[in-house]
């Protein structure tokens, strides 16, 4: 079993940028895809960014390519969403998910089984 903590969220003016953290608290995420979905106020969770469990493949909603960076470190066992030029409606709470490899990569928060707690970006306009 996976247990996943995210760090890294805050208010941030708008243009500004944020460095998330992914970190299994237990378990190893050596052998999973890693995906940050998004949930704001009213609205549904969604997709954000996908690494594949090789560090071989990602992939990006449209919303956010070529802003955001998503990244696997297996030695330090943790995954990172680098976030720059934020845009108010980038406003969300952000969770990461993990995903077996043996699977492929997946855009639908119903095809992860294990969550973080969510961690709050505010961006400011």
């Known amino acids: 079993q996976v247990q996943l903590v995210e760090s890294g969220g805050g208010l941030v003016q708008a243009g500004g940028s944020l460095r998330l953290s992914c970190a299994a608290s237990?378990?190893?995420?050596?052998?999973?895809?890693i995906s940050w979905f998004r949930q704001a106020p009213g609205k549904e969770r969604e997709f954000v960014a996908v690494?594949?469990?090789?560090?071989?493949?990602?992939y990006y909603a449209e919303s956010v390519k070529g802003r955001f960076t998503i990244s696997k470190d297996n030695i330090k066992n943790r995954g990172n969403l680098q976030m720059n030029s934020l845009k108010p409606e980038d406003t969300a709470v952000y969770y990461c998910?993990?995903?077996?490899?043996?699977?492929?990569?997946?855009?639908?928060?119903?095809?992860?089984?294990?969550w973080g707690q969510g961690t709050q970006v505010t961006v400011s306009s």
């Open positions: 690494v594949s469990w090789n560090n071989d493949s990602t």
């Open positions: 237990r378990g190893t995420i050596n052998d999973y895809h």
């Open positions: 998910a993990v995903r077996p490899g043996v699977f492929g990569v997946s855009r639908v928060p119903s095809q992860y089984k294990y």
